[in-house]
């Protein structure tokens, strides 16, 4: 079974630090892109960053010059390493992992698919 796990939240004050990873397992992966999204409560889950497999990013505006996205191909990772936060930052992260996932079934047969990955989301708190 493919699992994207989150790891790295939690409260953190205002214009303090935090760094979230996330790791795929369960499969060989080939992930065009990796990424993470944040939602906030009563609002829609936003993009933050996201990164191809051959190294270009994109941030949203609102954490441009905050935050920096990697990855590890070989790993199949993606870390999130936010700074200055602020209370707006506050939101359940969650990483998104798009492309082709391989893995055997029970009966050990080989199966793939393409499809887009969710962790389960990991939260961040910023205490003004």
């Known amino acids: 079974q493919v699992r994207l796990v989150e790891s790295g939240g939690g409260l953190v004050q205002f214009g303090g630090s935090v760094r979230l990873s996330c790791e795929a397992s369960?499969?060989?992966?080939?992930?065009?892109?990796m990424a993470w999204y944040r939602q906030a409560p009563g609002r829609q889950r936003e993009l933050v960053a996201a990164m191809t497999n051959t190294g270009t990013s994109n941030y949203a505006d609102s954490v441009r010059g905050r935050a920096t996205i990697s990855r590890d191909n070989a790993k199949n990772s993606v870390s999130l390493q936010m700074n200055k936060l602020k209370p707006e930052d506050t939101a359940v992260y969650f990483c998104n992992a798009e492309g082709t996932a391989t893995w055997f079934d029970s009966d050990s047969v080989p199966r793939a698919e393409r499809n887009s990955y969710w962790g389960q989301g990991t939260q961040v708190t910023v205490s003004s």
């Open positions: 369960g499969g060989i992966f080939n992930f065009e892109t």
